[in-house]
Protein backbone atom coordinates (compact mmCIF):
# COMPACT_ATOMS: atom_id res chain seq x y z
CA UNK A 1 0.00 0.00 0.00
CA UNK A 2 1.31 3.36 -0.84
CA UNK A 3 1.31 6.25 1.92
CA UNK A 4 -1.44 8.12 0.24
CA UNK A 5 -3.85 4.45 0.37
CA UNK A 6 -2.39 4.28 4.15
CA UNK A 7 -3.84 8.04 4.78
CA UNK A 8 -6.91 7.38 3.03
CA UNK A 9 -7.56 3.95 4.96
CA UNK A 10 -6.73 5.48 8.40
CA UNK A 11 -9.02 8.62 7.60
CA UNK A 12 -11.61 6.23 6.57
CA UNK A 13 -11.29 4.56 9.77
CA UNK A 14 -11.58 7.59 12.05
CA UNK A 15 -14.31 8.87 10.17
CA UNK A 16 -16.47 5.44 11.02
CA UNK A 17 -14.72 5.37 14.54
CA UNK A 18 -16.56 8.92 15.30
CA UNK A 19 -19.56 8.41 13.47
CA UNK A 20 -20.25 4.90 15.53
CA UNK A 21 -19.69 7.29 18.82
CA UNK A 22 -21.76 9.69 17.49
CA UNK A 23 -24.76 7.73 16.79
CA UNK A 24 -24.48 5.74 20.61
CA UNK A 25 -24.36 9.05 22.11
CA UNK A 26 -26.87 10.31 20.14
CA UNK A 27 -29.26 6.74 20.17
CA UNK A 28 -29.47 7.24 16.81
CA UNK A 29 -30.13 3.44 15.04
CA UNK A 30 -27.89 1.00 13.24
CA UNK A 31 -29.56 1.64 10.24
CA UNK A 32 -28.57 5.14 10.67
CA UNK A 33 -25.20 4.63 10.69
CA UNK A 34 -25.35 2.01 7.70
CA UNK A 35 -26.98 4.60 5.94
CA UNK A 36 -24.82 7.54 6.76
CA UNK A 37 -21.67 5.31 5.88
CA UNK A 38 -23.12 4.70 2.69
CA UNK A 39 -23.47 8.56 2.28
CA UNK A 40 -19.57 8.88 3.15
CA UNK A 41 -18.67 6.06 0.07
CA UNK A 42 -20.81 7.61 -2.55
CA UNK A 43 -18.76 11.03 -1.73
CA UNK A 44 -15.71 9.68 -1.48
CA UNK A 45 -14.14 11.72 1.61
CA UNK A 46 -16.13 12.62 5.27
CA UNK A 47 -17.55 15.72 5.20
CA UNK A 48 -19.46 16.29 8.83
CA UNK A 49 -22.68 17.93 9.53
CA UNK A 50 -22.10 20.91 11.04
CA UNK A 51 -24.49 18.91 13.81
CA UNK A 52 -21.59 16.14 13.61
CA UNK A 53 -19.12 18.67 13.99
CA UNK A 54 -20.66 20.67 16.70
CA UNK A 55 -20.91 17.13 18.82
CA UNK A 56 -17.23 16.29 17.53
CA UNK A 57 -15.65 20.01 18.72
CA UNK A 58 -17.62 19.38 22.11
CA UNK A 59 -16.21 15.89 22.76
CA UNK A 60 -12.85 16.78 21.79
CA UNK A 61 -12.72 19.28 24.70
CA UNK A 62 -14.09 16.42 26.93
CA UNK A 63 -10.97 14.47 25.88
CA UNK A 64 -8.43 17.15 26.69
CA UNK A 65 -6.27 15.83 29.34
CA UNK A 66 -4.48 18.85 30.60
CA UNK A 67 -7.73 20.83 31.27
CA UNK A 68 -9.66 21.44 34.65
CA UNK A 69 -12.31 22.84 33.06
CA UNK A 70 -13.85 19.89 31.23
CA UNK A 71 -17.44 19.85 33.65
CA UNK A 72 -19.18 22.20 30.95
CA UNK A 73 -17.88 20.74 27.75
CA UNK A 74 -21.54 19.95 26.13
CA UNK A 75 -22.19 23.29 26.14
CA UNK A 76 -19.31 24.75 23.71
CA UNK A 77 -20.53 27.02 20.84
CA UNK A 78 -19.78 26.16 18.17
CA UNK A 79 -19.31 28.18 15.14
CA UNK A 80 -19.27 26.63 11.59
CA UNK A 81 -17.04 28.73 9.11
CA UNK A 82 -16.55 26.35 6.61
CA UNK A 83 -17.65 28.12 4.10
CA UNK A 84 -14.73 31.46 4.68
CA UNK A 85 -12.49 31.44 1.66
CA UNK A 86 -10.35 34.87 2.34
CA UNK A 87 -7.96 36.46 4.71
CA UNK A 88 -10.83 39.07 5.63
CA UNK A 89 -13.67 37.01 5.72
CA UNK A 90 -11.48 35.04 8.50
CA UNK A 91 -10.54 38.18 10.13
CA UNK A 92 -14.04 39.29 10.22
CA UNK A 93 -15.03 35.69 11.37
CA UNK A 94 -12.48 36.03 14.49
CA UNK A 95 -14.56 39.38 15.40
CA UNK A 96 -17.35 37.65 15.78
CA UNK A 97 -15.79 35.09 17.91
CA UNK A 98 -14.16 37.89 20.28
CA UNK A 99 -17.32 39.64 20.61
CA UNK A 100 -19.83 36.37 21.15
CA UNK A 101 -17.03 34.68 23.47
CA UNK A 102 -16.46 37.94 25.85
CA UNK A 103 -19.98 39.12 25.86
CA UNK A 104 -18.97 41.90 28.17
CA UNK A 105 -17.58 39.78 30.65
CA UNK A 106 -19.85 36.83 30.95
CA UNK A 107 -17.77 34.54 28.70
CA UNK A 108 -19.04 32.18 26.48
CA UNK A 109 -16.77 28.78 25.58
CA UNK A 110 -16.48 29.26 22.00
CA UNK A 111 -15.24 27.65 18.80
CA UNK A 112 -15.05 28.67 15.48
CA UNK A 113 -14.10 26.18 12.92
CA UNK A 114 -12.76 26.98 9.36
CA UNK A 115 -12.37 24.51 6.59
CA UNK A 116 -9.02 22.06 6.61
CA UNK A 117 -5.97 22.27 4.91
CA UNK A 118 -5.48 25.57 3.89
CA UNK A 119 -6.10 28.00 6.72
CA UNK A 120 -3.39 29.07 9.50
CA UNK A 121 -3.79 31.63 12.62
CA UNK A 122 0.01 32.12 12.92
CA UNK A 123 -1.18 33.60 16.71
CA UNK A 124 -0.80 31.80 19.75
CA UNK A 125 -3.95 33.35 20.99
CA UNK A 126 -6.56 35.95 19.09
CA UNK A 127 -5.25 38.36 22.11
CA UNK A 128 -1.91 38.20 23.40
CA UNK A 129 0.42 40.72 24.39
CA UNK A 130 3.62 41.37 21.89
CA UNK A 131 7.47 40.34 23.37
CA UNK A 132 10.25 42.72 22.52
CA UNK A 133 13.39 42.19 23.12
CA UNK A 134 15.34 45.49 23.55
CA UNK A 135 19.01 46.94 24.90
CA UNK A 136 17.56 47.25 28.22
CA UNK A 137 15.70 43.76 28.20
CA UNK A 138 12.60 42.30 27.71
CA UNK A 139 9.61 44.72 27.34
CA UNK A 140 6.12 42.72 27.32
CA UNK A 141 5.72 39.01 27.05
CA UNK A 142 8.62 37.18 26.26
CA UNK A 143 6.30 34.49 25.15
CA UNK A 144 5.53 36.09 21.77
CA UNK A 145 9.05 37.72 20.96
CA UNK A 146 9.47 35.22 17.92
CA UNK A 147 5.67 36.15 16.42
CA UNK A 148 6.35 39.73 17.08
CA UNK A 149 9.81 40.21 14.92
CA UNK A 150 7.26 38.60 11.83
CA UNK A 151 4.97 40.92 12.32
CA UNK A 152 7.17 43.79 12.43
CA UNK A 153 9.36 42.01 9.70
CA UNK A 154 5.41 42.09 7.54
CA UNK A 155 5.22 45.63 8.33
CA UNK A 156 3.42 46.22 11.84
CA UNK A 157 4.67 48.75 14.14
CA UNK A 158 4.00 47.85 18.28
CA UNK A 159 4.32 50.57 20.38
CA UNK A 160 6.59 49.26 23.05
CA UNK A 161 4.11 48.99 26.13
CA UNK A 162 4.45 46.31 27.96
CA UNK A 163 0.81 45.06 27.08
CA UNK A 164 0.60 46.03 23.17
CA UNK A 165 -2.19 43.85 21.48
CA UNK A 166 -0.64 41.65 18.67
CA UNK A 167 -2.14 41.72 15.66
CA UNK A 168 -3.96 38.82 13.75
CA UNK A 169 -2.04 36.94 11.46
CA UNK A 170 -3.70 35.42 8.91
CA UNK A 171 -2.47 32.98 5.97
CA UNK A 172 -4.10 31.07 3.39
CA UNK A 173 -2.48 28.59 1.34
CA UNK A 174 1.16 29.11 0.80
CA UNK A 175 -0.05 33.38 0.34
CA UNK A 176 1.66 35.77 2.22
CA UNK A 177 0.75 36.06 5.86
CA UNK A 178 -2.09 39.01 6.54
CA UNK A 179 -2.09 41.10 9.40
CA UNK A 180 -4.96 42.62 10.78
CA UNK A 181 -5.68 44.86 13.84
CA UNK A 182 -8.14 43.97 16.30
CA UNK A 183 -9.95 47.12 16.70
CA UNK A 184 -9.54 47.95 20.50
CA UNK A 185 -13.71 48.17 21.25
CA UNK A 186 -13.30 43.83 21.04
CA UNK A 187 -10.37 43.58 23.40
CA UNK A 188 -11.97 43.45 27.13
CA UNK A 189 -9.07 43.57 29.70
CA UNK A 190 -8.60 44.06 33.50
CA UNK A 191 -6.68 46.11 35.38
CA UNK A 192 -4.84 44.05 38.14
CA UNK A 193 -5.09 45.78 42.05
CA UNK A 194 -5.39 44.36 45.46
CA UNK A 195 -8.47 44.71 47.88
CA UNK A 196 -5.59 45.79 50.59
CA UNK A 197 -2.33 46.52 49.09
CA UNK A 198 -3.16 49.86 46.92
CA UNK A 199 0.56 50.30 45.96
CA UNK A 200 0.26 47.51 43.43
CA UNK A 201 -2.34 49.32 41.01
CA UNK A 202 0.60 51.60 41.11
CA UNK A 203 2.59 49.06 38.37
CA UNK A 204 -0.78 49.23 36.01
CA UNK A 205 -0.84 45.67 35.50
CA UNK A 206 -3.65 44.08 33.57
CA UNK A 207 -4.08 41.64 31.97
CA UNK A 208 -7.22 40.52 28.81
CA UNK A 209 -10.36 38.74 29.89
CA UNK A 210 -10.41 35.90 27.31
CA UNK A 211 -7.70 33.15 26.46
CA UNK A 212 -8.29 31.87 22.80
CA UNK A 213 -6.13 29.42 21.96
CA UNK A 214 -5.53 29.73 17.68
CA UNK A 215 -2.88 27.82 17.25
CA UNK A 216 -4.07 24.11 17.74
CA UNK A 217 -5.52 22.24 15.18
CA UNK A 218 -9.27 20.27 15.86
CA UNK A 219 -9.15 16.12 14.74
CA UNK A 220 -12.46 14.81 14.57
CA UNK A 221 -13.64 11.75 12.31
CA UNK A 222 -10.13 12.05 10.84
CA UNK A 223 -10.09 15.48 9.71
CA UNK A 224 -8.00 17.82 10.86
CA UNK A 225 -9.12 21.25 11.10
CA UNK A 226 -5.68 23.80 11.36
CA UNK A 227 -7.81 26.56 12.09
CA UNK A 228 -10.66 26.49 14.91
CA UNK A 229 -10.30 28.92 18.11
CA UNK A 230 -11.36 28.13 20.93
CA UNK A 231 -11.81 29.60 24.57
CA UNK A 232 -12.64 29.19 27.89
CA UNK A 233 -12.20 31.78 30.84
CA UNK A 234 -9.66 31.85 32.93
CA UNK A 235 -8.33 29.73 35.88
CA UNK A 236 -6.99 32.90 38.07
CA UNK A 237 -3.61 30.88 38.72
CA UNK A 238 -2.83 31.08 34.78
CA UNK A 239 -2.55 34.23 35.20
CA UNK A 240 -1.17 35.45 38.73
CA UNK A 241 0.74 32.28 39.22
CA UNK A 242 2.15 32.00 35.55
CA UNK A 243 1.65 34.65 33.21
CA UNK A 244 2.58 37.30 35.49
CA UNK A 245 4.85 35.25 38.15
CA UNK A 246 7.25 33.32 35.71
CA UNK A 247 10.71 34.43 36.15
CA UNK A 248 10.75 33.83 32.40
CA UNK A 249 7.54 36.05 31.79
CA UNK A 250 6.61 39.06 33.42
CA UNK A 251 8.77 38.32 36.11
CA UNK A 252 6.36 40.45 39.25
CA UNK A 253 7.37 38.08 42.43
CA UNK A 254 9.77 40.92 43.41
CA UNK A 255 7.60 43.66 42.66
CA UNK A 256 4.78 42.28 44.43
CA UNK A 257 6.90 41.43 47.46
CA UNK A 258 8.41 44.96 47.82
CA UNK A 259 5.43 46.55 47.66
CA UNK A 260 4.37 44.39 50.55
CA UNK A 261 7.37 44.95 52.71
CA UNK A 262 8.58 41.16 52.61
CA UNK A 263 12.45 40.40 53.44
CA UNK A 264 13.27 39.01 49.95
CA UNK A 265 17.18 38.07 50.84
CA UNK A 266 16.35 34.75 52.91
CA UNK A 267 14.15 31.80 51.22
CA UNK A 268 12.73 30.93 54.52
CA UNK A 269 10.67 34.26 54.93
CA UNK A 270 8.25 32.16 51.93
CA UNK A 271 8.47 36.00 50.22
CA UNK A 272 7.86 34.48 47.24
CA UNK A 273 4.84 32.03 48.32
CA UNK A 274 3.58 35.08 49.95
CA UNK A 275 3.76 37.81 46.67
CA UNK A 276 2.20 34.44 44.94
CA UNK A 277 -0.88 34.13 46.56
CA UNK A 278 -1.29 37.96 46.68
CA UNK A 279 -0.86 38.41 43.40
CA UNK A 280 -3.59 35.68 42.69
CA UNK A 281 -5.83 37.31 45.23
CA UNK A 282 -5.49 40.56 43.06
CA UNK A 283 -6.27 38.65 39.46
CA UNK A 284 -9.37 37.30 41.39
CA UNK A 285 -10.15 40.53 42.92
CA UNK A 286 -9.87 42.06 40.03
CA UNK A 287 -12.18 40.31 37.44
CA UNK A 288 -14.70 39.29 40.00
CA UNK A 289 -15.28 43.17 40.56
CA UNK A 290 -15.16 43.99 36.78
CA UNK A 291 -17.83 41.18 36.18
CA UNK A 292 -15.71 39.13 33.92
CA UNK A 293 -15.72 35.42 34.39
CA UNK A 294 -12.86 33.38 36.47
CA UNK A 295 -12.87 30.71 38.40
CA UNK A 296 -10.44 30.10 41.17
CA UNK A 297 -8.26 26.95 41.31
CA UNK A 298 -10.36 25.20 44.64
CA UNK A 299 -13.59 25.98 42.71
CA UNK A 300 -12.29 24.42 39.38
CA UNK A 301 -10.65 21.40 41.10
CA UNK A 302 -14.60 21.21 42.74
CA UNK A 303 -15.73 21.28 39.28
CA UNK A 304 -13.59 18.85 37.89
CA UNK A 305 -14.47 16.16 40.25
CA UNK A 306 -18.02 17.06 39.10
CA UNK A 307 -16.63 16.16 35.70
CA UNK A 308 -15.43 12.81 37.24
CA UNK A 309 -18.59 11.22 38.56
CA UNK A 310 -20.24 12.62 35.10
CA UNK A 311 -17.74 10.85 33.21
CA UNK A 312 -18.16 7.53 35.35
CA UNK A 313 -21.89 7.43 35.44
CA UNK A 314 -21.97 7.14 31.98
CA UNK A 315 -19.88 4.59 31.61
CA UNK A 316 -16.22 6.32 30.25
CA UNK A 317 -13.07 6.15 31.46
CA UNK A 318 -11.89 9.88 32.28
CA UNK A 319 -8.24 10.89 31.04
CA UNK A 320 -5.91 13.34 32.38
CA UNK A 321 -2.76 14.62 32.48
CA UNK A 322 -1.92 14.47 35.97
CA UNK A 323 0.93 17.53 35.69
CA UNK A 324 -1.27 19.29 33.83
CA UNK A 325 -4.26 19.38 35.95
CA UNK A 326 -2.88 20.75 39.42
CA UNK A 327 -3.15 23.82 39.86
CA UNK A 328 0.84 25.49 40.09
CA UNK A 329 -0.96 27.48 43.43
CA UNK A 330 -1.24 25.01 46.68
CA UNK A 331 -1.97 21.96 44.57
CA UNK A 332 -1.80 19.51 47.06
CA UNK A 333 -5.22 21.30 49.05
CA UNK A 334 -7.16 20.03 45.76
CA UNK A 335 -8.11 16.31 45.61
CA UNK A 336 -6.50 15.68 42.07
CA UNK A 337 -3.06 15.95 43.57
CA UNK A 338 -3.89 12.99 45.60
CA UNK A 339 -5.49 10.65 42.67
CA UNK A 340 -3.46 9.40 39.93
CA UNK A 341 -5.31 9.75 36.26
CA UNK A 342 -4.48 8.04 33.00
CA UNK A 343 -3.04 9.85 30.20
CA UNK A 344 -4.91 7.94 27.22
CA UNK A 345 -5.00 10.10 24.28
CA UNK A 346 -8.82 9.65 22.79
CA UNK A 347 -10.43 11.05 19.32
CA UNK A 348 -11.57 13.61 18.99
CA UNK A 349 -9.25 15.85 20.13
CA UNK A 350 -6.98 19.23 20.09
CA UNK A 351 -3.52 18.74 18.83
CA UNK A 352 -0.60 21.14 18.88
CA UNK A 353 0.69 21.13 14.96
CA UNK A 354 3.97 22.58 13.35
CA UNK A 355 4.33 26.10 13.66
CA UNK A 356 3.62 27.91 10.19
CA UNK A 357 6.86 30.22 10.85
N1 LIG B 1 -2.62 29.27 29.94
C1 LIG B 1 -2.98 30.11 28.83
C2 LIG B 1 -2.82 31.57 29.22
O1 LIG B 1 -2.48 31.86 30.32
C3 LIG B 1 -4.41 29.85 28.38
C4 LIG B 1 -4.78 28.42 28.05
C5 LIG B 1 -6.27 28.15 28.01
N2 LIG B 1 -6.87 28.49 29.27
C6 LIG B 1 -8.20 28.42 29.55
N3 LIG B 1 -8.60 28.77 30.71
N4 LIG B 1 -9.06 27.99 28.64
O2 LIG B 1 -3.07 32.47 28.46
Known amino acids: MTQLHENIEKQRKEAIEFLTLYKNENALSNQWLRDRLDEIKQEQKYIPTTEELVFGARVAWRNSNRCIGRLFWNSLQVFDERQVETEEEVY ?3 LRHIEFATNGGKIRPTITIFKPNSIRIWNYQLIRYAGYETEEGIIGDSDSIELTRICEELG ?62 LSVGGIEFNAAPFNGWYMGTEIGARNLADVNRYNL ?80 TTHIFHKPI ?12 KNPF
Open 253 to 332: LPTVARIMGLETKSNISLWKDRALVELNLAVLHSFKEDGVSIVDHHTAAQQFKLFEQQEVEANRQVTGNWSWLIPPVSPA
Open 156 to 217: WKGERTPFDILPFVIQIGSNKPALFEIPKKYVLEVAIRHPQYEELAQLNLKWYAVPMVSNMK
Open 92 to 94: KAL
Open 342 to 353: ENLIKKPNYFYQ
